[in-house]
Nanobody
Framework: QVQLVESGGGLVQAGGSLRLSCAAS????????MAWYRQAPGNERELVAV???????TYADSVKGRATISRDNAKNTVYLQMNSLKPEDTAVYYC??????????????WGQGTQVTVSS
């Protein structure tokens, strides 16, 4: 089992920046990929960015050039730096990790979410 705790959300003006953090605990040795998703009211949850165990990154088109995902494996933490924020970035941001275990197989875990609100 992996437990995730996000932090760093809040209210920011358009054009501003935020850095989200997600700390993992529990069976962290099995963590593979780490990702950020977001869900705006009335919308489906969507992938924002993902980083593999090797550091390869993928971004949604909507955030390319404005977002940077990174991870600190020593701290079992994944970060999302968001710059040039827009009102349409307003959403609850969720951390997600993929765990791969010989005993339990592949599992996905979610954090509780952190609200990001961008005012115009």
């Amino acid at each position: 089992q992996v437990q995730l705790v996000e932090s760093g959300g809040g209210l920011v003006q358009a054009g501003g920046s935020l850095r989200l953090s997600c700390a993992a605990s529990g069976s962290t040795s099995n963590i593979n990929a780490m990702a950020w998703y977001r869900q705006a009211p009335g919308n489906e949850r969507e992938l924002v960015a993902v980083i593999s165990s090797g550091g390869a990154t993928t971004y949604a088109d909507s955030v390319k050039g404005r977002a940077t995902i990174s991870r600190d494996n020593a701290k079992n933490t994944v970060y999302l730096q968001m710059n040039s924020l827009k009102p349409e970035d307003t959403a609850v941001y969720y951390c997600n990790v993929k765990s791969v275990s010989r005993v339990y197989g592949v599992g996905y875990y979610w954090g509780q979410g952190t609200q990001v609100t961008v005012s115009s």
